[in-house]
T-cell receptor, first 113, second 113 residues
Framework: ETGVTQTPRHLVMGMTNKKSLKCEQH?????MYWYKQSAKKPLELMFV???????ENNSVPSRFSPECPNSSHLFLHLHTLQPEDSALYLC????????????FGPGTRLTVL | QKEVEQDPGPLSVPEGAIVSLNCTYSNSAFQYFMWYRQYSRKGPELLMY????GNKEDGRFTAQVDKSSKYISLFIRDSQPSDSATYLCAMSTGSSNTGKLIFGQGTTLQVKP
């Protein structure tokens, strides 16, 4: 595997389900990000982890719970989601620092029924 | 007012045309400017990166930054059907050690053979 991988690629869940999204980066980076991409809207930064520590949480509802067990893996735990949470969820990683190119995974297309 | 404004399009051009994509922004502290390209069902990938004002050229692509007008552009010469994608502008102040980026909405480009 190379770059940033995400699983699953597609997920359909009911509002009462609990599911998790997984991201893995094979680039040796030390910062990882979760973004939400909705139609006709800019990418929304949700969480940032730097050296496995959460350094940014952009007022995301508590039904989204991130976890970063090590510098290569990032999870997004989902529970009691709403239909408006349906979107493409993108994971990215970078070397960190003032500016570093962010490398994106292919995303998980989430549909909440 | 959004920090970054980008016309979502869609923009449709014939093959071989010169394409101009633009973003305006309101935060004068932005110093790092990027263009990402996103193909359907893929994550964004970095296309061009510019620091502060000026031009940068890479093959058929030219990025311009005019900080006095708070305006950035991406030009594509001799456009090809393979250039059909969504183009996202992104910016950073450089003040965050997490490399936080602010994205535009994205412009969808279709190049017709």
């Amino acid at each position: 595997e190379t770059g940033v991988t995400q699983t699953p690629r597609h997920l359909v869940m009911g509002m009462t389900n609990k599911k998790s999204l997984k991201c893995e980066q094979h680039l040796g980076h030390n910062a990882m990000y979760w973004y939400k991409q909705s139609a006709k809207k800019p990418l929304e930064l949700m969480f940032v982890y730097s050296l496995e520590e959460r350094v940014e949480n952009n007022s995301v509802p508590s039904r989204f719970s991130p976890e970063c067990p090590n510098s290569s893996h990032l999870f997004l735990h989902l529970h009691t989601l709403q239909p408006e949470d349906s979107a493409l969820y993108l994971c990215a990683s970078s070397q960190g620092g003032i500016y570093n190119e962010q490398f994106f995974g292919p995303g998980t297309r989430l549909t909440v029924l | 007012q959004k920090e970054v404004e980008q016309d979502p399009g869609p923009l449709s051009v014939p093959e071989g045309a010169i394409v101009s994509l633009n973003c305006t922004y309101s935060n004068s502290a932005f110093q790092y400017f990027m263009w990402y390209r996103q193909y359907s069902r893929k994550g964004p990938e970095l296309l061009m990166y510019t620091y502060s004002s000026g031009n940068k050229e890479d093959g058929r692509f030219t990025a311009q930054v005019d900080k006095s007008s708070k305006y950035i552009s991406l030009f594509i010469r001799d456009s090809q059907p393979s250039d059909s994608a969504t183009y996202l502008c992104a910016m950073s102040t450089g003040s965050s050690n997490t490399g936080k980026l602010i994205f535009g909405q994205g412009t969808t480009l279709q190049v017709k053979p």
